[in-house]
């Protein structure tokens, strides 16, 4: 399977601290996606990184993709209270058009 | 912005029931996609579609499951015969290759009692 797993499965931060999320795939990729889903929302875009780029910066988002361990992370530092969401990766097969996400790290940012 | 919407919102259907999601992916994309998420699951790819025509389908996308675009805008998604299991949030998403970047609607809660 595809799928990606993300760890840890939860995290909870004080507002400041920066969060990391790990994200591990299985097969090779066209790119890695990151999406955030507020409780009971829709999924939400924040980045994508392509195979083969190394890191990527948006805003307080910082991205890395190790293709040769199959793993990405995402970083948002400073976090804030309003980022307490659940963070998933997608990964697009480069063998067909289709994505499959992880199982998501819920964190809770605590003002 | 553009966005893409979904219609309903929320959708109640007693099992065995025929549904259909409802969705108008952004002008000018031409890959369209559904997604569902079982409540406290991880979003789970059902099928991609281009070119008036199904590109991908996982497992779940079984022959109760049949997607349309009917018409220029809008792209449906069909359960036959619904079932318990079909509980779940459905997003629909639609591909710009020029911005490479998904973007999905805000979901149908579809619950079968």
């Known amino acids: 399977s595809q799928q990606g797993e993300e760890d840890p499965q939860a995290l909870s931060i004080q507002e400041g601290e920066n969060a990391t999320m790990n994200c591990s795939y299985k097969t090779s990729i066209n790119n890695l996606q990151w999406y955030r889903q507020n409780s009971g929302r829709g999924l939400v875009h924040l980045i994508l990184i392509r195979s083969n780029e190394r890191e990527k910066h948006s805003g307080r988002l910082r991205v890395t993709l190790d293709t040769s361990k199959k793993s990405s992370s995402l970083l948002i530092t400073a976090s804030r209270a309003a980022d307490t969401a659940s963070y998933f990766c997608a990964t697009e097969a480069n063998t067909g058009n289709q994505f499959y996400f992880g199982t998501g790290t819920s964190l809770t940012v605590i003002p | ?113």
């Open chain 2, 1 to 113: 912005e553009p966005e893409v919407t979904q219609t309903p919102s929320h959708q109640v259907t007693q099992m065995g029931q025929e549904v259909i999601l409802r969705c108008v992916p952004i002008s000018n994309h031409l890959y369209f996609y559904w997604y569902r998420q079982i409540l406290g699951q991880k979003v789970e790819f059902l099928v991609s579609f281009y070119n008036n025509e199904i590109s991908e389908k996982s497992e779940i996308f079984d022959d109760q499951f049949s997607v349309e675009r009917p018409d220029g805008s809008n792209f449906t998604l069909k359960i036959r015969s619904t079932k318990l299991e079909d509980s779940a949030m459905y997003f629909c998403a639609s591909w710009s290759s020029y911005w490479n970047e998904q973007f999905f609607g805000p979901g149908t809660r579809l619950t079968v009692l």
